[in-house]
């Protein structure tokens, strides 16, 4: 409680630092970048393929007395220690496989400690070789049987503060963009993301809130209220793909006399895809449209989102994530002939606690196409993955 008091307080002086000026976060943008250039990548791929009967036998030796034959736990009377309501059932496929293996292996080979877990878990880094503790990880993954039914954690890329990724998630983000020139303008998404019916499909809900000083009048209000649908479809970390489909309705809930909706409903379809290469570098793709109802109110457009970037960690990507990213937004009108409005936004996504279910991204968005009307702005957001523990754990 005391380091999330503390924690509050930073953000808070950060967030208004960095809105007071878009050279200081360009400054801490470039410091960053910087200093995650020293840090070590490491690839998704190991050298060796793990064996998993070896695992098997690291896993009888060590892990059995706690987790049990099955995987789900040990019985209750064999074990001494109160389980914490984290506790792993390893056959639960839809809580294990969004886990990627660095997760777990940041609390193998450091304890649960090092990832807000409980000290219960012990730290194998000095009895273990990383071999045995690939080929064990392995093996524990062979305790969900459904396993192809399921999109794998380590698909679920770093989030980009305006590109959609395609991995379905289990997060309450909320995200703030500010004009960094003329008249003071923010909105703030708030925006839940929930997987529902299976680990596949996710509903999200964004309900924007407006604040603008328009002609010196100080006005705030609803956005457009988006209900949507995603859908995983294809996923591969052999080739390291991931393809989702998106339905969604923009209700007209934002009042366009003041320039926070579009007047009608619309709706908007996309596709996202996203691709994970070796020594985890990454895209992200984005291809949609929003689509009016009266076109008469609101014109059709289209968009198409591109990010690269590279998640980073120190400790051989067992410590604290850093994910610099550079995204390319373009729109354009429907009409033959229309110009297409491009900006380019550098960023940087940062776990900010220990069990990396709290993150942050920040960055700066710069029209560089149709400039005129188009005020860079600065774009922040504080993310919580809700399927890693609740808002107060996992700090220290
Ligand atoms: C003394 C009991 C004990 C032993 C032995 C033990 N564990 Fe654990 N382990 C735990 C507990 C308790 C947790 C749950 C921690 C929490 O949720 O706070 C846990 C959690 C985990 C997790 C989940 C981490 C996450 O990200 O959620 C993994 C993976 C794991 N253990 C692997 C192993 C492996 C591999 C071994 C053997 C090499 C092992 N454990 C041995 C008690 C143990």
Redesign the pocket.
């Known amino acids: 409680m005391e380091a999330f008091r503390g924690w509050c307080g930073q953000s808070v002086i950060s967030l208004y630092l960095i809105v007071s000026s878009r050279g200081v976060i360009l400054g801490v943008l470039a410091f960053v970048c910087m200093c995650t250039f020293f840090l070590p990548a490491q690839t998704l791929h190991y050298t060796k393929r793990p064996d998993v009967e070896n695992g098997g036998k690291?896993?009888r030796g060590?892990?059995i007395?706690?987790?049990g034959s099955d995987g789900k736990g040990a019985p209750m009377a064999s074990t001494v220690?109160l389980?914490?309501d984290?506790?792993?059932d390893f056959t639960d496929c839809a809580g294990t496989t969004p886990?990627p293996n660095g997760?777990?292996k940041a609390?193998?080979v450091h304890g649960?400690p090092s990832?807000g877990?409980?000290q219960?878990?012990?730290a194998?880094g000095d009895l273990?070789t990383d071999d045995q503790i690939n080929d064990?990880?392995a093996y524990?993954r062979g305790f969900c049987k459904n396993v192809h039914h399921y999109p794998l954690g380590e698909l679920n890329l770093p989030r980009a503060l305006v590109t959609e990724k395609a991995f379905p998630e289990n997060e309450l983000v909320i995200s703030t963009a500010a004009s960094a020139s003329g008249a003071p303008a923010w909105t703030t998404d708030i925006i839940d993301e929930r997987t529902i019916i299976d680990a596949r499909t996710q509903l999200e809900t964004d309900v924007p809130v407006n604040y603008a000083d328009q002609g010196h009048n100080w006005t705030e209000g609803l956005g457009d209220i988006t209900l949507a649908v995603k859908r995983e479809m294809f996923s591969s970390l052999k080739t390291g793909s991931i393809l989702s489909l998106q339905g969604g309705i923009l209700l007209p809930t934002g009042d366009r006399k003041r320039g926070f909706g579009a007047g009608t409903m619309q709706l908007e379809p996309f596709a996202a895809f996203d691709q994970l290469f070796r020594e985890n570098t990454f895209l992200q793709f984005q291809l949609g449209a929003d689509l009016p109802v009266d076109t008469s109110v609101a014109p059709r457009s289209m968009f198409w989102r591109a990010t690269a970037g590279q998640a980073m960690a120190p400790d051989h990507m067992l410590g604290r994530l850093f994910s610099p990213m550079v995204e390319f937004l373009a729109t354009r009108g429907f009409k033959p002939g229309a110009s297409t409005n491009w900006d380019v936004l550098p960023e940087m996504q940062i776990t900010v606690s220990r069990r990396q279910h709290i993150r942050t991204g920040f960055g700066v968005r710069e029209p560089f196409t149709n400039t005129s009307g188009r005020t860079p702005q600065v774009v922040f957001y504080m993310l919580w993955d809700r399927a890693d523990g609740k808002l107060w754990e996992g700090w220290r």
């Open positions: 690291v896993y060590g892990c007395a706690c987790h220690f389980r914490p984290t506790f792993p886990e997760n777990w609390a193998i649960g990832r877990l409980s219960i878990m012990p194998f273990l064990v990880m524990m």
